[in-house]
């Protein structure tokens, strides 16, 4: 049963899908417990994966027996292994979390809502677990396209948010597939450890060379990266909000485990890096992605919007720590990718939460909330400590890989815009902090006893609640396990030459 | 010179994708009807499948389907005489992937329409703005 | 120096966390205060177990959790740590009391809110008290930051909403831009960050770089008010008076002032200070904001701006005192940080009771209030004292020893800026007094009957101007904990 376990990740879900979409006609109550257990047995199996790994360092399945190259080949080692279980942790308490969130949003829907919802996280999982270079495009544009419909059943401009989410999306992935198309012709194989094996003797030829440049454009652009993000902040603010807080933790920084896999497994740190020039634009236009996120984020007036400028901030941490290519850098990407997963999905379920009580996310919306809803708050507040670096939160761990990294490069641009960005982060949580908790403006000394207090609580229901505080308790647990997270397995996910 | 249109004549199969993707992605970034740009995006991702289907062309070789004869099929295969199938069974699923895109970026501009009454990007953007 | 592993250490952070629950949860006010007191009196008597350890000259550590390779976030206490431990954790216990009194009276809000941040930012103060190396210290540090914000901005209102965003801007914004890479920075070139007696950047940090990490620290943690990072103390006068008193006299600007001097000596050494000529730079810095806080305290109405400006002076004496690189001058530093702590803790609390009693927050209205209050007066009398320096005050003591410690340093400059920052002293305080007590009848603003401040507030207060008289009889064991720092940091001289 167990070395069925890459199968089950995805296979379970793609069926569950069906199931749910024909439960939407018969019985609704069914879809969300259908989702429930399909999401928790691949949980299950991305946790029996990783522990394989740990044990055997690679776990490789060969789907339907045929062996690579002519069969689709599933390869799990450190790398994906962690993100595996990451991202079905974060699937499965998100649908858990925004239960109440969906049926008030969408009750007659919510059949087609949970089959889009697993359709999504089986195209996720399935981009982390698999070893096939065209198995991730297909893998890659289910995820897009249940995304896409996800986010076009949201409110005002969601339809045409996400049309123009649709013509940037597709512009990416049609890159990725010409990549790897051109690395077919020079390789003959599309099993991404046997174009590996193959490429060195090639390393000169311009077609590796084009399908390297076309490959990483493609993903620079499913992954928000500035000047190609201008896509993410309307189709993140107009998502329905159980949605967003399961795309938004997730499509980017899987985008980053692909660019990630491609240039370390694929391409090989000896091509990827040796031209130091690339590794430094790359850095540079990650500080741009840095800087330009946290100023305009500064000028917005709603909580999903800032927060979506916040990401595209993020998603330059983990791009520039990756290019530095050292090891505390590409350790810092790797963890980021991690931290950033858990503290996007904390910030998400809160605006999912604030939205479940009060009409809009504009900041004139959130005034009083910390006296209305306390633990919401008190979770954004952890949150936002781990967005802005503030030990023991895992965001600060992550910075504190990055910063080394930069340091250790010489390249103090990154490290400046990295501080830049956690002081502009404080601006940006306070004035939040402030408008929940200073206004509005009153007399506050009539009251001192606690019933006055009591008469305006009025948090999310339990159901939303319970989860978020398990997420925003992950983001200390997180930070005080990084050592462990590092050197048992991030460490091994990097490439033995690089120092 | 002569060489130089050598090899554009050549590469035929590149240069037709290329123009094909070019065209697609020009509709795409310029005309503001949104179905326009659906087609184009639609030619786009065409382009590509063209591509990789025109990369499994061998010259005198046939169509990859085994004709089963009288003796069951027992004679063996001569890869030699046949065109790589591998392009063409990846560009199924590519074509596949194409179509849905255009179910939902179709269902997407049917809904933008009801809500906008209009399917040109410019008239949208005025209205979004006066809201 | 022997060293022993114990989980004291870490039970005396955790007793004030374990607290915020209990505090959070019970519905009588009377049983909330009380396990403010429990978290006191536990924490204190943790703390105090483990003195008569340190006197032998053992050090104990705990460590937390190892989060990094090769860095953890740990517990290690000595002598200047337990110096520091011991006074915060005693004056807490008579904070929370003049609290009672304080809040009480004046019907103040959202009092359960107020004393659980209180009892979280006393974790974080003993948690930096107790830190065994710099990333220790910095979590702790962000910690008081974030957890004191709360009780800055109390009031909820627009002044308390401005004053918040200078204490963040000053105080997380020079944590965050100057610590954080000064300390990645180091961590890069030595791979640790563990306090040593010496220090341990000597030899592998480039000279030049030197001078621009101590710099990064000295105003990195703007918590010691260095000028020009000191306007958030005066901003953050509009919390109320326990808070003031407490914390920004006594917890968070001794915490400043304890990483600056943790640093100088724990990372930097004093041999490095002293061949890269950055105690030179320090002392000039230190001196410069004592002056400049002693004028700016004279032209101050407000009482508690005037005291702000005093404690941002007081505490550059700490500063100057670890730069001056001389054993009398550290033993003079360290007792400063105590006698001080006394002192300026009655200032503010006398400051507060005034307030609660009349309403009167200038000093210009304070002509003749001696007739009514005469023991919170008095009392006041006691504590400026003390800060000024003049026996019986126990400020006396550590300032004989500062001014020692100029002639050890052969530094005749500093000796003139302490005295004279001590006659500027007098000069803003004395005549407070003067007019409360001696103004003839016609002056006086207040009725010649005694209206004293409710006894939770009076109590506390009387009790510390007589610590402060007490200690300069008997200053022990702060005497004692303040020679085992200077002998360990100047013995390998």
Redesign the interface.
């Known amino acids: 049963m167990s070395q069925h376990f890459p199968a089950f990740i995805i296979v379970i879900p793609l069926i569950a899908a069906f199931f749910i979409f024909t439960a939407g006609w018969l019985k609704r109550t069914y879809c969300f417990y259908i989702a429930a257990v399909a999401l928790a047995i691949s949980l299950f199996s991305s946790f029996g994966l990783l522990l394989q790994v740990l044990q055997n360092k690679v776990v490789v399945y060969h789907f339907g027996g045929w062996s690579p190259p002519w069969g689709i080949a599933y390869r799990v080692d450190y790398l994906n292994g962690i993100v595996l279980v990451v991202s079905a942790a974060i699937a499965f308490l998100n649908l858990i979390a925004t239960k109440k969130s969906v049926e008030k949003e969408f009750i007659e829907r919510v059949g087609p809502f949970y089959a889009l919802y697993v359709l999504f996280v089986t195209g996720t999982m399935g981009i982390v677990v698999t070893g096939d270079a065209f198995n991730l495009y297909v893998l890659l544009e289910i995820a897009s396209l249940t995304g896409y419909a996800l986010i076009g059943m949201g409110t005002e401009h969601a339809a045409l948010a996400s049309l123009n989410y649709v013509f940037m999306g597709t512009i990416g992935a049609s890159f990725y597939l010409l990549g790897i198309g051109y690395l077919y012709i020079a390789t003959g194989s599309l099993n991404m450890f046997d174009i590996a094996s193959i490429l060195p003797n090639i390393f000169q030829s311009n077609v590796v060379l084009f399908a390297f440049v076309i490959c990483l454009t493609g993903l620079f652009i499913k992954m928000a990266l500035f000047p190609m993000h201008t896509w993410l902040p309307n189709a993140y603010t107009y998502s329905p909000s159980p949605a967003i807080s399961l795309i938004a933790p997730l499509t980017t920084k899987v985008m980053v485990y692909v660019m990630i896999r491609i240039l370390l497994s694929v391409f090989t740190p000896s091509f990827s890096f040796k031209s130091m020039a690339v590794n430094t634009s790359f850095v540079w236009l990650a500080v741009i992605a840095i800087v330009v996120g946290s100023i305009l984020a500064l000028s917005q007036q709603s909580l999903k919007r800032m927060l979506s400028y916040v990401m595209i901030a993020e998603i330059g941490y983990m791009v520039g720590g990756f290019w530095l290519a050292n090891r505390a850098g590409i350790t810092g990407a790797i963890l980021h990718i991690i931290n950033d997963a858990a503290m996007t999905l904390c910030v998400f379920l809160v605006a999912g939460n604030i939205l479940y009580r009060v009409p809009g996310d504009s900041f004139d919306n959130l005034k009083g909330l910390f006296r209305k809803m306390p633990f919401s708050m008190g979770a954004f507040v952890v949150g936002a400590?781990s967005i802005?670096?503030?030990?023991?939160t895992c965001g600060f761990?992550s910075k504190?890989y990055l910063?080394?990294g930069g340091?250790?490069a010489g390249h103090y641009g990154f490290?400046a815009a990295l501080?830049f960005s956690?002081?502009v982060n404080?601006v940006l949580f306070?004035r939040i902090f402030?408008i929940g908790?200073?206004e509005p403006?009153g007399d506050?000394?009539i009251?001192?006893s606690?019933d006055e207090?009591e008469k305006t609580f009025d948090d999310a229901p339990l159901g939303m609640l319970v989860p978020l505080m398990i997420v925003a308790a992950g983001l200390i647990v997180l930070?005080?396990?990084?050592?462990t997270l590092?050197?048992k397995v991030i460490q091994f996910a990097i490439p033995g030459g690089i120092s | 010179m002569v060489d130089l249109l050598t090899i554009i004549i050549s590469k035929y199969n590149y240069w037709g994708y290329i123009v094909l993707m070019m065209i697609g992605l020009y509709a795409m970034i310029v005309k503001k009807n949104l179905v326009k740009k659906i087609i184009g995006m639609s030619i786009f991702q065409t382009a590509i499948i063209f591509f990789y289907v025109s990369i499994g062309m061998k010259k005198n070789a046939t169509i990859p389907i085994i004709s089963h004869g009288h003796d069951g099929g027992e004679h063996a295969v001569h890869a030699v005489d046949f065109i790589n199938p591998l392009p063409h069974v990846l560009m199924l699923t590519a074509i596949v992937v194409s179509v849905a895109t255009l179910g939902v970026a179709l269902a997407l501009a049917i809904k933008i329409y009801q809500q906008y009454n209009s399917l040109e990007e410019d008239e949208i953007d005025s209205q979004i703005k006066v809201k | 120096m022997e060293t022993i592993v114990s989980i004291r250490p870490f039970l005396a952070v955790l007793v004030s966390i374990l607290a915020v629950p209990l505090i959070v949860s019970t519905?009588r006010t009377n049983f909330r205060e009380g396990w403010t007191f429990f978290a006191a009196f536990a924490k204190f008597s943790i703390i105090a177990s483990m003195t008569p350890v340190i006197l032998d000259g053992v050090e104990i550590e705990y460590t937390i959790?190892?989060?990094?390779?090769s860095v953890a976030?740990k517990l290690k206490v000595d002598a200047f740590g337990m110096l520091f431990a011991l006074v915060s954790s005693f004056l807490w216990i008579v904070t929370s009391a003049y609290s009672i009194g304080y809040m009480r009276r004046?019907?103040?809000?959202?009092?359960?809110r107020y004393f659980c941040y209180f009892a979280l930012s006393l974790s974080a103060t003993i948690g930096v008290a107790f830190s065994a190396n710099l990333?220790t210290l910095?979590?702790f540090y962000?910690?008081l930051s974030?957890a004191t914000y709360?009780l800055v901005?109390h009031?909820?209102?627009?002044e308390?909403?401005s004053s918040?965003?200078k204490y963040?801007l000053f105080i997380?914004?020079s944590s965050?831009?100057l610590v954080?890479?000064a300390m990645?920075?180091i961590?890069?070139m030595t791979g640790t960050l563990e306090f040593a007696q010496q220090g341990f950047i000597a030899g592998i940090v480039p000279p030049k770089l030197i001078w621009i990490l101590v710099l990064l620290f000295v105003f990195g943690f703007a918590k010691a008010a260095v000028m020009p990072f000191h306007s958030w103390l005066p901003a953050a006068m509009v919390a109320p008076t326990p808070v003031s008193a407490l914390l920004h006299a006594v917890a968070v600007v001794k915490v400043g002032v304890f990483c600056i001097l943790r640093v100088l000596t724990g990372v930097f050494g004093t041999q490095l200070l002293f061949s890269s000529q950055m105690d030179t730079v320090v002392l000039y810095l230190a001196s410069f904001t004592i002056i400049a806080a002693s004028l700016v305290a004279l032209s101050q109405d407000s009482l508690k701006s005037r005291l702000a400006y005093s404690t941002i002076g007081q505490l550059s004496y700490i500063i100057l005192s670890a730069a001056l690189l001389s054993p009398k001058g550290m033993i003079g530093g360290m007792m400063h940080i105590a006698m001080h702590a006394f002192g300026k803790i009655t200032l503010f609390f006398c400051a507060g009771a005034i307030f609660v009693a009349t309403g009167t927050k200038n000093i210009s209205q304070m002509v003749g209030i001696g007739k009514r209050m005469p023991v919170t007066l008095s009392c006041f009398f006691i504590g400026s004292l003390s800060v000024i320096g003049i026996p019986p005050g126990g400020g006396f003591i550590s300032k004989w020893y500062l001014i020692l410690g100029t002639l050890e340093a052969d530094q005749r400059f500093m000796l003139f800026i302490l005295l004279s920052s001590s006659l500027l002293n007098a000069a803003y305080f004395l005549p407070i007094i003067y007019k409360a007590f001696f103004c003839t009848p016609e002056e006086s603003l207040f009725e010649n009957k005694i209206d004293e401040a409710p006894p939770w507030c009076l109590v506390p207060l009387t009790i510390t101007a007589i610590c402060s008289i007490f200690l300069f009889f008997y200053p022990e064991p702060f005497f004692s904990l303040a020679k085992i720092v200077s002998v360990g940091i100047f013995s390998g001289q």
């Open positions: 400590l802005i670096g503030v030990p023991p761990f504190w910063i080394t340091i250790a490290v501080l956690s002081l404080v306070f402030e908790y200073f403006f506050l000394h009251s001192g606690m207090e930070g005080i396990y990084t050592d590092v050197t | 519905r959790a190892q989060v990094l390779p976030i004046l019907k103040e809000h959202s009092q359960t990333l910095y979590l962000e910690m974030f709360p901005t009031h909820q209102d627009m308390g909403r918040g965003r963040l997380v914004g965050i831009g954080l890479p990645l920075f961590y890069h």
